[in-house]
């Protein structure tokens, strides 16, 4: 088990090595930091020695990948990409085009987020699969041929429309809870509630689909038949049998997204005012903050790995049959 | 009057893939194992009510996507040209885009939304709502006249909706009993009763309902604004027709710009096997490692400054608008290739091991030619579905892009750029709702009738589908 997870950790350092690359050719090549320089300056204030001065402020003024002008080991490490790329392995971002400490940002944003996302994303899948299940139970029926319609028709809503609809009616007809805002201690309940029941009504639709599609097909499986010829009761058939085996692709779906889950959603936090990593991303791509845009890219590949690696342990634990080694 | 043509990217590129999917339906036509799950969709009662509606929304994109350039004055050689490209369909409703209002008015009003000072006849002034400039303007006395006419023109077009109906039901069935060599009344009452392989009653009643409503909406239109229109006093329901072929062309497009490349690398990964499989692998594995989000927004932002800085390559601001619409495509693309390449690799891992490849390999066929003859059109068909299964996913993403800031150009019309504006009229008071409410309804029939299209071609292709609905599992 150990091992196998020391070799996992060492297959996912290429990956983002080619994250790490990607994003710096996208980043530096495609443009080169004059241009980035230009857009920052604006129109008005363009003169060869503002984008020069910029260009040092930031750390851009250095040749892209060989520095033929510095001593020794500099030679590599005085470069845009050592600076900028390399040293993103270690978790040092820099500071951000407006000059703050984008970990530090990220360390305290991360709280707004999850505060956000983990409830979401906890009564979601409860949600979800409940509602899975009381339509495979009663397959077959009306009530599961208007559950799918329902869903379908969920589904075909652009989250959007969810998030506007649910701000519109309890915050400006009810005036349930603020529009907008966060706040730690005994507000927070307060802020959370409305984005939490937005994603969590907006997953339904796709997310109960999902399930009952899972445990349909485990329903026809033999050893159902068999535990149902033994006289179990349907229920102690769903949940004792049929939830237990549709674990393997409900985790698959679900385990990987749980590191991203510090992410947070770009569209709930910015529509909600939540001071997370979400909102966080979204003001960087509207002031157009390329060192912060690129350090999300590379904290997301990571989370990305980092759950697919937990996916893998997830199996073992819930099924006895998959041994990693 | 002579017109210049004005060929966007994303134009030609859409009949392209119109004359792709031409193509390749004739060439499963006289092959019965490749039309065989595609007669089984045309066969889906659900999935031919979704086709139908697709269709018009469909006929309204093609039509929106022939640009050319009207001729402003001038004669002969030095006739000049307005920068601006319209469409045959911005001809054919011309009303609707040139007749623009002041600033909002509600659905199907005769005022203005916002008070205003009115200068009246005797040189007094009040602060009143100002009459529309073309809602309504048919009437003397909108506030006695205006639902008595409203309701007189929707009695009309309900009945010219009927006979519009009947006549397209009429040809539709003398063709049916032509080919099938019966009479009217037989093939009509098979059609109506459900007994053909194909669901025509369903079809017609789609198209029946589709008329209820188009026809009320088109006539009423030529007096009055019948979604409202927006802050800047455009009709609501010409934004929402238009804002149709961006979603499609995002819809679709996507799929077909990175499809060179997601067949090139997926069949070779999949023939080839070995090293070129492990590098193409790895090379996905780390672009789906991205979070799509992120790479997308990183790509627009570099994109942006791109455009910034070479603001030659696009004189028009329409072209600007187009290539940043065709850049989001191909972005797009990037994030959802993966997992196309990864079916078709899988696809074709199976198909190498065929007879009939292992026979070609005998005769000695290049490997090229047995990839482009063998292995190709036996793939193509997981291509098309997945156009079908990704398109209503594209569409929704298009909207979150655009308010996040990477989605198309703001000056496009676009269901993103619709529900943008909107979040903020929601908050006045009292609410502006009209447009936020036309693009929901839009787009949520364009993105229902998408979804039930795909389940339907899902159902078609899915063997363990078949077998739980005790059908007979396809052959092979």
């Not at chain 1, 802020?191 to 639709?205: A, D, K, N, Q, T």
């Not at chain 2, 031409?22 to 092959?31: H, M």
């Not at chain 2, 885009?97 to 009115?118: G, H, N, Q």
């Amino acid at each position: 088990m150990v091992s196998y997870i020391i070799r996992r950790v060492i297959y996912a350092i290429p990956i983002l090595i080619g994250v790490n690359i990607i994003t710096f050719a996208l980043f530096f090549v495609v443009n080169t930091p004059d241009d980035i320089a230009r857009m920052q300056l604006g129109v008005k204030r363009v003169t060869p020695e503002a984008v020069a001065n910029w260009k040092h402020e930031h750390g851009y003024d250095k040749p892209l990948l060989y520095n033929a002008g510095a001593q020794g080991r500099s030679k590599f490490t005085d470069t845009i990409f050592y600076r900028k790329s390399v040293r993103m392995f270690a978790f040092d971002f820099g500071l951000s085009d407006d000059g703050r400490d984008i970990a530090y940002e990220i360390r305290t944003r991360m709280g707004p987020s999850l505060a956000i996302a983990v409830p979401a994303f906890i009564v979601g899948l409860l949600v979800n699969i409940s509602f899975a299940l009381l339509i495979a139970f009663f397959r077959a029926t009306y009530l599961d041929f208007w559950g799918v319609v329902v869903c379908v028709a969920m589904m075909s809503i652009s989250g959007l429309f969810y998030i506007i609809g649910g701000q519109y009616l309890v915050s400006k007809l009810w005036n349930l809870v603020p529009i907008s805002g966060f706040d730690f201690g005994f507000d927070t309940p307060k802020f959370v509630i409305l984005p939490v029941i937005v994603g969590v009504i907006s997953g339904i639709g796709s997310g109960t689909r999902w399930y009952r599609t899972i445990f349909l097909e485990e329903i026809n499986k033999d050893y159902v038949r068999t535990a149902r010829a033994k006289g179990l009761s349907e229920i102690r058939v769903l949940f004792k049998h049929v939830l237990k085996n549709a674990m393997i692709p409900i985790l698959t779906g679900v385990v990987v997204v749980i590191p991203l889950l510090f992410l947070g959603s770009l569209i709930t936090e910015s529509f909600f005012g939540i001071p997370g990593l979400g909102s966080y991303t979204i003001d960087a791509i509207n002031s157009q903050d390329f060192a912060v845009v690129r350090a999300m890219v590379f904290i997301g590949s990571v989370f990305y790995i980092v759950g697919l690696i937990l996916t893998d342990i997830s199996y073992t634990m819930v099924d006895p049959r998959i041994r990693l080694a | 009057m002579p017109l210049i043509p004005a060929v966007l990217w994303t134009d030609a590129l859409i009949y392209l893939l119109l004359a792709l999917i031409v193509l390749f339906a004739w060439y499963v036509r006289g092959r019965p194992h490749l039309a065989a799950p595609w007669k089984r969709v045309a066969q889906s009662k659900s999935g031919m009510i979704a086709a139908t509606v697709l269709a018009a929304y469909l006929a309204v994109g093609l039509l929106d996507s022939i640009h050319f350039r009207l001729p402003i004055e001038g004669n002969g050689a030095k006739r000049v040209y307005s920068v601006e490209a319209l469409s045959i369909f911005d001809l054919l409703v011309n009303p609707l885009r040139t007749r623009v209002e002041k600033t909002y008015s509600a659905p199907l009003a005769a005022y203005l939304f916002a008070k205003e000072t009115i200068q009246l006849p005797d040189g007094a002034e009040i602060r009143d709502y100002p009459r529309l400039k073309y809602g309504g303007a048919n009437l003397r006395d909108p506030v006695s006249e205006r639902a008595a006419d409203i309701a007189r023109r929707v009695f009309y077009s309900l009945v010219l909706a009927a006979l519009a109906w009947m006549v397209v039901a009429a040809i539709l069935v003398r063709l049916v009993a032509m080919r099938r060599k019966r009479d009217f009344r037989e093939t009509a009452m098979a059609m109506w009763r459900g007994e053909n392989e194909i669901p025509w009653n369903a079809i017609l009643i789609t198209f029946g309902t589709l008329m209820l409503f188009a026809f009320p909406v088109a006539i009423l239109s030529a007096h009055y604004h019948v979604f409202g229109t927006d802050k800047v006093g455009q009709d609501v329901l010409y934004l929402s027709l238009k804002s149709i072929r961006t979603g499609l062309i995002i819809g679709t497009l996507t799929t077909l710009v990175m499809l060179p490349f997601a067949l090139a690398m997926g069949i070779m990964a999949g023939y080839f096997r070995g090293w070129v499989d492990d590098g193409i692998q790895y090379f996905y594995t780390t672009l789906s490692s991205i979070p799509d989000v992120l790479l997308i927004a990183a790509a627009v932002l570099m994109m942006q400054v791109f455009m910034d800085s070479h603001p030659q390559m696009f004189p028009t601001v329409t072209e600007r608008a187009d290539f940043r619409l065709l850049f989001l495509c191909i972005i797009l693309g990037v994030t959802s290739w993966t997992s196309l390449c990864r079916l078709l690799r899988g696809e074709t891992l199976k198909l190498r091991e065929l007879e009939y490849i292992q026979a070609a390999h005998a005769f000695g066929v290049s490997h090229l030619r047995i990839m482009a003859r063998h292995i190709l059109p036996n793939v193509m068909h997981i291509v098309l579905i997945t156009v079908v299964l990704s398109f209503s996913g594209l569409v929704l993403a298009e909207a979150v892009l655009t308010y996040v800031g990477v989605g198309v150009d703001p000056s496009m019309i676009s269901f993103g750029n619709m529900i943008n504006s909107a979040r903020l009229e929601m908050a006045r008071e009292p609410a502006v709702w009209w447009s936020l409410f036309a693009a929901f309804l839009f787009m949520f029939v364009l993105v229902l009738a998408a979804n039930l299209f795909a389940d339907a071609v899902r159902d078609a292709f899915d063997p363990r589908v078949r077998v739980a609905a005790g059908l007979p599992a396809p052959k092979g």
